[in-house]
């Protein structure tokens, strides 16, 4: 089959310019970054399509060393220390209830959540109503600032940027742990 084209007199104007020689150096076009296998297994284990990509909601560099800086590199609950350990950054108020990533609303414990027998896993699952008369957690209707921590099992203390201020415990701390 012969082809002919649509204007046999005239010739084919290009829209754009050939490249020469000269300009297609090596590695000068698109980039290949994954194996076509990779991809596949890369889009197998993606999010579902629509799906939001999840949040850093924690704090910043910056502001988990000057709390642990403040906290002496030790967990405030129990007194151990933490170099070389799993810790966390306990939220008081926690995030979902509108605490922020504050040097007042974050204290050092060790372990994390599903760390078993940590300090962290005792306030988030274990103990909580003890862990919330110890102010470890805030309660509903009380202001973060009104309720201070019993550090090491001791004595009660709010968290500050500095340091901590030795406090009073809160009326309702007082008749929680005569209730239990």
């Keep these: 089959m012969r ?70 590199h030790t967990c405030q609950r129990c007194g151990r220390g933490i170099h070389g350990q799993p810790y966390s950054l306990q939220h008081l108020l926690p995030r979902g209830r509108g605490g922020k990533n504050t040097m007042r609303n974050l204290v050092t414990v060790c372990g994390s959540a599903t760390t078993p027998g940590s300090c962290h896993d005792f306030i988030e699952h274990q103990q909580r109503r003890q862990a919330t008369w110890e102010g470890w957690l805030v309660p509903n209707g009380i202001n973060a600032d009104d309720w201070p921590v019993k550090r090491f099992g001791r004595q009660y203390a709010k968290p500050g940027v500095n340091g901590w201020v030795p406090a009073k415990q809160h009326p309702l701390q007082a008749e929680m742990e005569l209730a239990a």
């Design 3 to 72: 082809h002919t084209p649509l204007n046999p007199g005239k010739p084919i104007e290009r829209r754009t310019e050939l490249k020469r020689r000269t300009e297609l150096k090596r590695g000068a076009g698109p980039k290949r970054t994954a194996t076509p296998t990779a991809c596949k297994a890369a889009n197998a284990t993606a999010a579902p399509k629509g799906a939001k990509a999840p949040r850093n909601t924690g704090p910043t560099k910056k502001m988990r060393d000057a709390v642990l800086e403040r906290d002496e």
